[in-house]
């Protein structure tokens, strides 16, 4: 699960295994081998994975499918929250 969810988000980034590990300071090979399953991250390794791609860790192991967790205990805010910010993706979607 790991692995592939770090896969996805990366091509969804258009960002290269190279560029991947160069922003997390690891060497490709062992972003290959996090998204084969071959290597496990550390916990340092994990936080700047999730830091880079703004998801949480719980999404990035697995443990959600909510890529973004805001901690909020108003339901209303947190739903404003998550419009605004599926309006931003569309617009950088559209503006490509």
Same mark, same amino acid.
């Given at each position: 699960?790991?692995? *592939?969810r770090i896969?996805?988000?990366?091509?969804d980034?258009?960002?290269t295994?190279?560029?991947?590990? *160069?922003?997390? $300071?690891?060497?490709?090979?062992?972003?290959?081998?996090?998204? $084969?399953?071959?290597v496990?991250?550390?916990?340092?390794?994990l936080v700047?994975?999730?830091?880079?791609? $703004?998801?949480?860790?719980?999404y990035?192991?697995?443990?959600?499918? *909510?890529?973004?967790?805001?901690?909020?205990?108003?339901?209303?805010?947190?739903?404003?929250?998550?419009?605004?910010h599926?309006?931003? $993706?569309n617009?950088?979607?559209?503006?490509k």
């Amino acid at each position: 699960m790991l692995g *592939e969810r770090i896969k996805l988000l990366r091509k969804d980034q258009g960002i290269t295994q190279d560029q991947l590990a *160069e922003y997390i $300071n690891v060497s490709r090979s062992s972003i290959n081998g996090y998204e $084969n399953g071959g290597v496990e991250p550390s916990l340092s390794v994990l936080v700047k994975i999730a830091d880079v791609f $703004n998801v949480s860790l719980d999404y990035l192991l697995g443990r959600t499918e *909510e890529k973004h967790n805001f901690n909020l205990l108003d339901k209303y805010t947190k739903e404003f929250l998550f419009k605004i910010h599926e309006l931003v $993706n569309n617009y950088k979607i559209i503006k490509k």
